[in-house]
């Protein structure tokens, strides 16, 4: 899916998907903050301080098993409160529908998908990664550096690795506004040239 106007529909479809609320928001914040579907489906309640807008992943959660913060923009704490309401007894944010002991499954969010009328070759859980650095890579708002560190990518270069070590924190913050208010746009289906 590599056309705002097609991801615009998509944001759309999701928000008429008639599953599980867990499954929407969950698909509403792949888009939002485009993590690694893994790390979304077990990601504990007691790593979001929503007050302060932040999501801390762990090491131990994290595919490269380094710490990683991702800020929240007003539309992801929004989804999130309402999360809160169905889940925010237990450990998981998205707990499986079998046993909350457990994260939702692996399969759900390609599933539901699937469910929408996506094939795998327009849209799967970890292709919202690829549309937002493609979009925010297009934009020319964004330091490259900002939005990889935003992905959880590590620098294959290991002198550059060595020495880059910003997080880009504010820049990421100001991103990832800008990312969600671009989603709203797209899903209105008003496409300023930006």
């Known amino acids: 899916m590599t056309?705002?106007?097609?991801f615009g529909a998509l944001l759309r479809a999701i928000d008429g998907f008639e599953g599980q609320a867990t499954t929407t928001a969950a698909l509403k914040l792949l888009a939002l903050l485009f993590p690694r579907p893994g790390e979304l489906r077990?990601?504990?309640w007691s790593a979001f301080k929503l007050d302060e807008e932040v999501w801390t992943v762990l090491e131990a959660r994290m595919k490269m098993?380094?710490?990683?913060?991702?800020p929240l923009p007003k539309q992801a704490v929004a989804i999130l409160k309402d999360v809160q309401q169905l889940t925010g007894h237990g450990t998981?944010?998205?707990?499986?529908?079998?046993?909350v002991l457990s994260p939702m499954s692996?399969?759900?969010?390609?599933?539901?998908?699937r469910r929408l009328g996506f094939t795998k070759d327009e849209m799967t859980s970890h292709g919202f990664r690829a549309r937002a650095s493609s979009m925010l890579n297009e934009s020319g708002f964004w330091h490259p550096d900002a939005i990889?560190?935003?992905?959880?990518?590590?620098?294959?270069?290991?002198?550059r690795r060595a020495y880059a070590r910003g997080e880009h924190w504010d820049e990421r913050v100001r991103m990832?506004?800008?990312w969600a208010d671009r989603l709203d746009e797209l899903r209105e289906g008003s496409l300023p040239d930006r």
């Not at 098993?65 to 991702?70: C, D, G, L, P």
């Not at 692996?106 to 998908?113: F, R």
């Open 3 to 6: 056309e705002p106007k097609a």
């Open 42 to 44: 077990a990601a504990h």
């Open 65 to 70: 098993r380094r710490f990683h913060r991702v």
């Open 92 to 99: 998981f944010v998205f707990p499986s529908i079998r046993s």
């Open 106 to 113: 692996e399969n759900t969010l390609n599933a539901a998908l």
């Open 148 to 159: 990889e560190r935003q992905l959880a990518h590590v620098e294959e270069n290991s002198v």
């Open 176 to 178: 990832m506004a800008w």
